[in-house]
């Protein structure tokens, strides 16, 4: 195994033979983690799905109590934010400093943009006793024992999501930091492309939470 | 049913002997005729065989699949109680039974049913998941809270049985037994001759539904703001959502308890929901009171 | 073939002091920092289960109260499950062995490799902590709305711990998957991969797939239980029984996490110990995958009795016999592969032919579960208790001692006493049988589990399992003593004292830490022929 060490990439770990294999390894790896992530997000799908089937009243009741507008504005929000991630990627793989630094500095702002509107729908929810709880106060016409399912199910798709986006924030901070230091050039960039990847992916849970969520029945009025 | 349950299981009880003394009979022979006899012998290197692949994986798979046939089968009856039972309502709480005979009997713990009948359980839970386990008749059931399930047994022979449940439930699970009385008809003629001690169930459920004011929505007619009750059970009733549902005990107990989840056509919701102020007792014996409504304007006892 | 102990540094020797250990990032040395937490975990697991059967001599329940018992059982299931039979034979033969049978220097991510230990570590601390505060009493499966509305125990701490424990689980599945595909040495091709490997393989894939599901679903239990959220809880709209599908989705999987690994231990020993590659390599491979998969669409044979509609019930129950086909071809094969072999009798070799007659009772029986009229008579009886451990202990865990008596030259340099382990692992064949057979029949005759007070129809059976158990325990004692006893006074262990095939035995004993001087040459699998 004896190389030439002198020439080996400081990125190299020494259990990969060559920068192609590990990148290979780590970009496996975090489609992996992805599928586990679907996994995850998917048991709450599931239960949502199961339980619209059951109470298709309750649930498009409760969605309207959602504003659309916000949902809808975040939903634009986090597709921006996923272009200037993929600009971010294809500058790391430029090696270009400044464009890394850009479009990162700018996916960072997206991202803390999605979580402040967010935190404006909770507020309202908190406000008008959606929350479920001891002091949950909505009153259905249709089906009122099911509706707090909805609601419970709200809290935890988009609180589950928005914990994601936070941790995502953080590893872009972390890659802000690095691209500073001017650590991705051509050869070795594959921080950058692996989060990448992991940032697509939050967006695509959201991409999927916002029809399910805000706009059940929203073609019409509610059947009567 | 029991017996037919154990024919199955002693089947299976054969067929797991057999295999095991055949396969470890196998490989105790292989073990002694083929061990290694110099330090540096090696095995004759065999890379495999389809048609034995083939023939044991076939031959297994034909196995199963006949035991999951007759199984299947077994099931299937267990499963579906015949048309004409004998019905028991049972409420499981931490930590014991209350059964309730339509005629009125109540009891605790313990359950006298008459010998050569076919006995219905419809059974739910106050509180945790609880499950009604008659190790003699080989039959058992989940009890869950808000939801009726069933089990029906036919026992053939008088004595005591043990129940058990059989679904942890917390401290005392284990605490949770009680008996049930098989007797020869006349015995149990003369124990419900005995007195209940207060009206049959259904007569109980009518006077519930005189105090919670039932009435008042629902009357005997369709002038009322609440559809009329007489002969609703077990029919078909429209939705307002245009679906269509059989009035059966699950629905009626809803409907008491979130009478907003599915509401009958042409009517306003304006029925207040009733959990909390009705026990899981109550509703079985509204319930009962409600299939004795038909459309005759007295209600007879209502045996089916 | 076989050469002395040489004087140069191995993994062992390569670095000492705690910090080396803990921030180690070698795979040899993680995989003994797991072996010696699974092992903490066993013997606390197995202390609340000596504590079970004493109870259960007696049919009253006068050893301890109510409320301890049900913690007993609990915390011997949630330690023995989700902190023992999950992680043993992966984490700690898995790790040390998967490099090193494809010829690799390490896994794919070794800081992911040691963070994992330190999750499960994590994990481990959540549950200790709740088991002195008073443990959890809700059964292992924590079935709603007990656990999540009526139980006065420490449900949510618990339900952390094995939250955080899984992501341990998911790292290790994550890092072989990349590992086997990214760092096989050259020439290794798939099919001339160690069913070791194949075993591992198909493990790693239900970690990764299965996991995150209980992983969410204890997300809403706790969630349920600290912010009254009301999923499960009928009394606020929920459903109970979706929770049991969620819960056995990932649950039931699990029992292959548990036994894939420990077929794949069974490959290597009756090849290694017959002196010949397995009989229909490529069957056995697949089997595992089958196994893998089909073990997904089986769960719902945990609810057969819960209110599942027939059709449901008759599906799984199909699809539950289908999913014993693969497991009996691997039987047939091992069995098959002593053909013509040439068999010795080395200790390993003893725990084989106790995981053969075990394993077979055990998968035999899962047959009467996956029959849905006899499964109503035996569900949540003795009867399963008594089935899943054969699979689970006379399986798993004979696997786990025979692959660590098997690898331990290899792993520590040192020969432990061959005479005592043979002992041990007939007397551990002998003390299982007795603990767990009588279970059987006392479950068939009606013996409900998690029962902390019986009816005394019932007490002979139970006395029988538990002097099975004494004997059992013995059983697992003695290994403890002469393994321990090898590391100090063991005679050093040639580089392949057993003469077997495989990438692991072409270097020393114990490795040096890049696990070989220069890249292996690769062959066909098990060539014994001379």
């Given at each position: 195994?004896?190389?030439?060490?002198?020439?080996?990439?400081?990125?190299?770990?020494?259990?990969?033979?060559?920068?192609?294999?590990?990148?290979?390894?780590?970009?496996?790896?975090?489609?992996?983690?992805?599928?586990?992530?679907?996994?995850?997000?998917?048991?709450?799908?599931?239960?949502?799905?199961?339980?619209?089937?059951?109470?298709?009243?309750a649930?498009?009741?409760?969605?309207?109590?959602?504003?659309?507008v916000?949902?809808?504005?975040?939903?634009?929000?986090?597709?921006?934010?996923?272009?200037?991630?993929?600009?971010?990627?294809?500058?790391a793989?430029?090696?270009?400093?400044?464009?890394q630094?850009?479009?990162?500095?700018?996916?960072?702002a997206?991202?803390?943009?999605?979580?402040?509107?967010?935190?404006?729908?909770?507020?309202?929810?908190?406000?008008?006793?959606?929350v479920?709880?001891?002091?949950?106060?909505?009153?259905?016409?249709h089906?009122p024992g099911?509706?707090?399912?909805f609601?419970?199910?709200?809290?935890?798709?988009?609180?589950?999501?928005?914990l994601?986006?936070?941790?995502?924030?953080?590893?872009m901070?972390?890659?802000?930091?690095?691209?500073?230091?001017?650590?991705f050039?051509r050869?070795?960039h594959?921080?950058?492309?692996?989060?990448?990847?992991?940032?697509?992916?939050?967006?695509?849970?959201?991409?999927?939470l916002?029809?399910l969520?805000?706009?059940?029945d929203?073609h019409?009025?509610?059947?009567? | 049913?029991a017996?037919?349950?154990?024919?199955?299981?002693?089947?299976?009880?054969?067929l797991?002997?057999?295999?095991?003394?055949?396969?470890s009979?196998?490989?105790?022979?292989?073990?002694?005729?083929?061990?290694?006899?110099?330090?540096?012998?090696?095995?004759?290197?065999?890379?495999?065989?389809?048609?034995?692949?083939?023939?044991?994986?076939?031959i297994?798979f034909?196995?199963?699949?006949?035991?999951?046939?007759?199984s299947?089968?077994l099931?299937?009856?267990m499963?579906?109680?015949?048309?004409?039972?004998?019905?028991?309502?049972?409420?499981?709480?931490?930590?014991m039974?209350?059964?309730?005979?339509p005629?009125?009997?109540?009891?605790?713990?313990?359950?006298?049913?008459p010998?050569?009948?076919?006995?219905?359980?419809?059974?739910?839970?106050?509180?945790?998941?609880?499950?009604?386990?008659?190790?003699?008749?080989?039959?058992k059931?989940?009890?869950?809270p808000g939801?009726?399930?069933h089990?029906?047994?036919?026992?053939?022979t008088?004595g005591?049985?043990r129940?058990f449940?059989?679904?942890?439930?917390?401290t005392?699970?284990?605490?949770?037994?009680?008996?049930?009385?098989?007797?020869?008809?006349?015995?149990?003629?003369?124990?419900?001759?005995?007195?209940?001690?207060?009206g049959?169930m259904?007569?109980?459920?009518?006077?519930?539904?005189?105090?919670?004011?039932?009435v008042?929505c629902?009357k005997?007619?369709?002038?009322?703001?609440?559809?009329?009750?007489?002969?609703?059970?077990?029919?078909?009733?429209?939705?307002?959502?245009?679906?269509?549902?059989?009035?059966?005990?699950?629905?009626?107990?809803?409907?008491?308890?979130?009478?907003?989840?599915?509401?009958?056509?042409?009517?306003?919701?304006?029925?207040?929901?009733?959990?909390?102020?009705?026990?899981?007792?109550?509703?079985?014996?509204?319930?009962?009171?409600?299939?004795?409504?038909?459309?005759?304007?007295?209600?007879?006892?209502?045996?089916k | 073939?076989?050469?002395?102990?040489?004087?140069?540094s191995?993994?062992?020797?390569?670095?000492?002091?705690?910090?080396?250990?803990?921030?180690?990032?070698?795979?040899?040395?993680?995989?003994?920092?797991?072996?010696v937490?699974?092992?903490?975990?066993?013997?606390?697991g197995?202390?609340?289960?000596?504590?079970?059967?004493?109870?259960?001599?007696t049919?009253?329940?006068?050893?301890?109260e109510?409320?301890?018992?049900?913690?007993?059982?609990?915390?011997?299931?949630?330690?023995?499950v989700?902190?023992?039979?999950?992680?043993?034979?992966?984490?700690?033969?898995?790790?040390?062995?998967?490099?090193?049978?494809?010829?690799?220097?390490?896994?794919?991510?070794?800081?992911?490799?040691?963070?994992?230990?330190?999750?499960?570590?994590?994990?481990?601390?959540?549950?200790?902590?709740?088991?002195?505060?008073?443990?959890?009493?809700?059964?292992?499966?924590?079935?709603t709305?007990y656990?999540?509305?009526?139980?006065?125990?420490?449900?949510?701490?618990?339900?952390?711990?094995i939250?955080?424990?899984?992501?341990?689980?998911?790292?290790?599945?994550?890092?072989?998957?990349?590992?086997?595909?990214?760092?096989?040495?050259?020439?290794?091709?798939?099919f001339?991969l160690?069913?070791?490997?194949?075993?591992?393989y198909?493990?790693?894939?239900?970690?990764?797939l299965?996991?995150?599901?209980?992983?969410?679903?204890?997300?809403?239990v706790?969630?349920?239980?600290?912010l009254?959220?009301?999923?499960?809880?009928?009394?606020?709209?929920?459903?109970?029984?979706?929770?049991?599908?969620?819960?056995?989705?990932?649950s039931?999987?699990?029992v292959?996490i548990?036994?894939?690994?420990?077929?794949?231990?069974m490959?290597?020993?009756?090849?290694?110990?017959?002196?010949?590659?397995?009989?229909?390599?490529?069957?056995?491979?697949?089997?595992?995958?089958?196994?893998?998969?089909?073990?997904?669409?089986?769960?719902?044979?945990?609810m057969?009795?819960?209110?599942?509609?027939?059709?449901?019930a008759?599906?799984?129950?199909?699809?539950?016999?289908?999913?014993?086909i693969?497991?009996?071809?691997?039987?047939?094969?091992?069995?098959?592969?002593?053909?013509?072999?040439?068999?010795?009798?080395?200790?390993?070799?003893?725990?084989?032919?106790?995981?053969?007659?075990l394993?077979?009772?055990?998968?035999?029986?899962g047959?009467?579960l996956?029959?849905?009229?006899?499964?109503?008579?035996?569900?949540?009886?003795?009867?399963?208790?008594?089935?899943?451990h054969?699979?689970?202990?006379?399986?798993?865990?004979?696997?786990?001692?025979?692959?660590?008596?098997?690898?331990w030259?290899k792993?520590?340099?040192?020969?432990?006493?061959?005479?005592?382990?043979?002992?041990?692992a007939?007397?551990?064949?002998?003390?299982?049988?007795?603990t767990?057979?009588?279970?059987?029949?006392?479950?068939?005759?009606?013996?409900?589990?998690?029962?902390?007070?019986?009816?005394p129809?019932?007490?002979?059976?139970?006395?029988?399992?538990?002097?099975?158990?004494?004997?059992?325990?013995?059983?697992?004692?003695?290994?403890?003593?002469?393994?321990?006893?090898s590391l100090?006074?063991?005679?050093?262990?040639?580089?392949?004292?057993?003469?077997?095939?495989?990438?692991?035995?072409?270097?020393?004993?114990?490795?040096?830490?890049?696990?070989?001087?220069?890249?292996?040459?690769?062959?066909?699998?098990?060539?014994?022929?001379?």
């Open positions: 195994m004896a190389g030439a060490h002198a020439t080996q990439h400081p990125r190299l770990q020494h259990h990969f033979d060559n920068l192609d294999q590990q990148f290979e390894a780590s970009a496996l790896g975090m489609w992996l983690f992805l599928v586990t992530e679907i996994l995850f997000f998917g048991g709450l799908f599931a239960v949502y799905t199961i339980y619209r089937l059951m109470y298709p009243m649930f498009a009741e409760a969605s309207h109590e959602l504003d659309v916000l949902g809808g504005v975040n939903t634009a929000v986090l597709i921006g934010s996923s272009l200037t991630m993929a600009m971010a990627v294809w500058a793989q430029l090696g270009t400093r400044g464009k630094l850009l479009f990162l500095a700018l996916t960072i997206l991202g803390l943009a999605f979580l402040g509107i967010k935190a404006v729908e909770y507020s309202h929810k908190f406000e008008h006793g959606l479920p709880g001891p002091s949950f106060r909505f009153e259905a016409a089906d099911h509706s707090q399912l609601f419970s199910l709200y809290f935890v798709m988009t609180g589950l999501h928005a994601h986006m936070i941790v995502g924030i953080g590893v901070a972390v890659l802000f930091v690095m691209a500073f230091k001017g650590r050039t050869a070795y594959t921080p950058v492309e692996v989060s990448g990847l992991y940032w697509h992916f939050v967006d695509i849970v959201w991409i999927f916002f029809p969520l805000y706009l059940i929203r019409g009025p509610v059947v009567h | 049913m017996p037919q349950v154990d024919a199955l299981y002693f089947f299976l009880v054969a797991t002997a057999f295999f095991t003394l055949l396969i009979g196998l490989v105790v022979y292989f073990a002694i005729r083929y061990r290694r006899r110099s330090a540096d012998e090696t095995g004759v290197p065999i890379h495999g065989n389809l048609k034995l692949e083939i023939t044991w994986t076939v297994p034909v196995i199963v699949l006949f035991i999951f046939g007759w299947a089968k099931f299937y009856t499963a579906r109680p015949p048309a004409e039972t004998l019905d028991v309502y049972v409420v499981g709480k931490q930590w039974w209350k059964f309730q005979h005629d009125g009997h109540a009891e605790v713990n313990e359950l006298h049913v010998v050569g009948t076919s006995v219905k359980l419809t059974m739910t839970s106050q509180d945790v998941i609880h499950n009604v386990y008659i190790p003699d008749f080989r039959v059931a989940d009890v869950l939801r009726y399930t089990l029906w047994f036919k026992a053939t008088p005591r049985y129940l449940c059989a679904e942890y439930c917390g005392d699970h284990s605490g949770m037994g009680g008996w049930v009385v098989v007797m020869e008809r006349a015995e149990y003629q003369q124990w419900l001759a005995g007195g209940a001690g207060q049959t259904a007569q109980t459920g009518e006077k519930l539904f005189k105090d919670l004011a039932c008042t629902h005997e007619d369709t002038t009322g703001r609440g559809p009329t009750l007489i002969g609703l059970y077990g029919k078909a009733v429209t939705l307002d959502t245009g679906d269509a549902v059989e009035a059966d005990e699950a629905y009626l107990r809803e409907s008491i308890v979130n009478p907003r989840a599915r509401m009958v056509t042409g009517f306003q919701p304006i029925m207040p929901t009733f959990q909390g102020l009705v026990s899981e007792e109550g509703l079985l014996q509204l319930i009962e009171y409600i299939k004795t409504l038909k459309a005759e304007p007295s209600n007879a006892t209502g045996k | 073939m076989d050469t002395a102990a040489t004087p140069h191995n993994y062992l020797t390569d670095g000492y002091g705690l910090k080396s250990w803990l921030l180690t990032r070698d795979h040899k040395r993680i995989g003994l920092l797991y072996l937490s699974v092992s903490a975990f066993f013997v606390l197995a202390v609340f289960a000596g504590l079970i059967r004493l109870e259960l001599m049919p009253a329940g006068d050893l301890v109510s409320d301890v018992y049900n913690k007993m059982f609990t915390m011997h299931g949630v330690t023995m989700f902190f023992f039979l999950i992680p043993a034979i992966p984490a700690v033969l898995g790790n040390f062995l998967v490099p090193l049978m494809i010829g690799a220097k390490d896994l794919a991510f070794p800081r992911l490799n040691l963070l994992s230990w330190y999750v499960y570590t994590l994990g481990g601390v959540f549950t200790l902590w709740a088991l002195v505060n008073g443990g959890v009493d809700t059964g292992w499966t924590f079935y709305p656990s999540s509305a009526f139980s006065n125990s420490h449900v949510a701490l618990v339900v952390v711990g939250f955080i424990n899984g992501f341990s689980s998911i790292l290790t599945g994550l890092n072989f998957i990349v590992t086997i595909h990214k760092l096989r040495a050259p020439g290794m091709t798939w001339r160690p069913l070791f490997i194949w075993a591992h198909a493990t790693a894939l239900i970690m990764v299965g996991t995150p599901v209980i992983a969410i679903t204890l997300v809403m706790a969630a349920e239980r600290l009254h959220l009301g999923i499960f809880d009928p009394k606020l709209g929920g459903d109970p029984v979706l929770f049991q599908h969620l819960f056995w989705f990932y039931h999987p699990a292959y548990m036994i894939l690994p420990a077929m794949g231990v490959s290597e020993l009756v090849a290694a110990f017959s002196r010949k590659r397995i009989f229909g390599y490529e069957v056995v491979a697949m089997s595992s995958l089958a196994i893998a998969v089909v073990g997904f669409l089986v769960w719902g044979h945990h057969f009795v819960s209110s599942q509609s027939v059709y449901a008759m599906a799984f129950s199909l699809l539950s016999f289908v999913v014993a693969p497991s009996a071809i691997k039987v047939f094969n091992w069995s098959a592969t002593l053909y013509k072999g040439s068999i010795s009798f080395d200790s390993p070799m003893v725990y084989v032919f106790g995981f053969i007659g394993f077979l009772i055990g998968g035999l029986t047959l009467f996956a029959a849905l009229a006899v499964d109503v008579h035996v569900h949540d009886t003795y009867f399963v208790v008594a089935h899943f054969y699979i689970m202990v006379g399986g798993t865990i004979m696997m786990y001692l025979g692959g660590l008596h098997y690898w030259p792993i520590f340099g040192k020969l432990y006493h061959e005479g005592l382990a043979r002992v041990s007939v007397v551990i064949f002998i003390g299982f049988n007795l767990f057979f009588p279970q059987f029949i006392v479950g068939y005759l009606g013996m409900p589990r998690r029962y902390h007070a019986y009816p129809e019932f007490q002979l059976w139970n006395i029988l399992s538990s002097a099975g158990a004494v004997i059992l325990a013995v059983g697992y004692a003695m290994p403890t003593f002469y393994l321990l006893y100090v006074k063991g005679k050093p262990a040639p580089a392949n004292p057993w003469g077997a095939k495989g990438l692991e035995w072409e270097t020393s004993s114990p490795p040096p830490t890049q696990n070989f001087e220069s890249t292996p040459a690769v062959s066909e699998p098990y060539n014994y022929a001379k």
